[in-house]
């Protein structure tokens, strides 16, 4: 978990709870009653210390032995399941044993707020909802194309494998045409929105104002930082789309 002074962060920690052991090479050992810590600029990487973790990279977090020191160690190298034990460990060394994902900010830090949960743990993971509202007053007139409503409104959130999230983006729109349709859609992660995600009002009258919900699930990804943008159209050039306010929020997800 991020730990110390607001997001973002500079240390992330490894900290005992339901337990105090974890298994390493094959040895049960015990954490740290202060927990294990690792620092953006002076990490662990590849097992090699005094390091800084790179801006906006996904990371797996593991912890290995130093002596009698229990070590983090980030690694952009993916885990599997230990063939003789039973535990998580890095694809190609199995004296790391995994305990979280981080994505990094542009400085390297950790961030972890109500819009951006950028961290998991392995173990005892805590569900969170992670929740914006819209940038109000967003409007678009290019026809049948998504325009993104503010990218400070996005949602970001990692995920191991076996997690899965609901995202809904609900919003009070109007259009300037009768009959205008404005339509909006989530875009999951730098794909294309499907448009059999959309939600659409059709106005009854100039300027007049309703409300629809945009819902987008994930669930079977590998492990990932995901971030969701809030989409916007309108389906004619001479009519006007606008996201009167809104908000955009997701099922709980891990942390």
């Known amino acids: 978990v991020p730990f110390g002074g607001p997001s973002p962060f500079s240390t992330v920690q490894f900290a005992p709870y339901n337990g105090n052991l ?3 090479a094959g040895t049960p050992r015990v954490i740290p009653a202060a927990g294990v810590v ?15 973790l790179a ?9 290995y032995m130093v002596g009698s020191t229990m070590t983090m160690d980030f690694s952009t ?9 039973g535990n998580e460990v890095h694809s190609t060394d199995s004296t790391r044993s995994l305990v979280g ?10 961030r972890g707020t109500i819009q951006n949960q950028d961290t998991s743990s392995w173990f005892n993971r805590v569900r969170l909802n992670v929740s914006q509202p819209l940038s109000a007053g967003f409007s678009t007139q290019i026809a049948d194309t998504y325009h993104e409503v503010n990218s400070n409104d996005q949602l970001t959130f990692v995920a191991l494998s076996d997690d899965a ?10 259009n300037t045409v009768a009959g205008g349709r404005t339509g909006i859609n989530i875009g999951a992660s730098g794909a294309a929105p499907d448009s059999n995600n959309e939600a659409t009002y059709q106005s009854y009258a100039a300027d007049t104002v309703g409300t629809c919900t945009a819902v987008l699930q994930t669930a079977g990804s590998p492990d990932q930082f995901f971030y969701y943008r809030a ?6 050039a001479a009519n006007t789309g606008q996201i009167i306010r809104g908000k955009f929020i997701s099922t709980p997800v891990p942390s």
């Open 22 to 24: 974890v298994l390493i």
């Open 101 to 110: 994902l981080v994505y990094t900010t542009s400085t390297g830090q950790f």
């Open 55 to 63: 801006a906006t990279t996904l990371y797996f977090v593991y912890v």
């Open 77 to 85: 190298a993916s885990h599997v399941t230990d063939a003789t034990y």
């Open 231 to 236: 989409l916007v159209r309108s389906d004619g």
């Open 38 to 52: 690792g620092t953006y600029n002076n990490a662990s990487i590849n097992k090699v210390t005094g390091q800084t």
């Open 165 to 174: 999230a609901i995202i809904l983006l609900m919003a009070v729109v109007s």
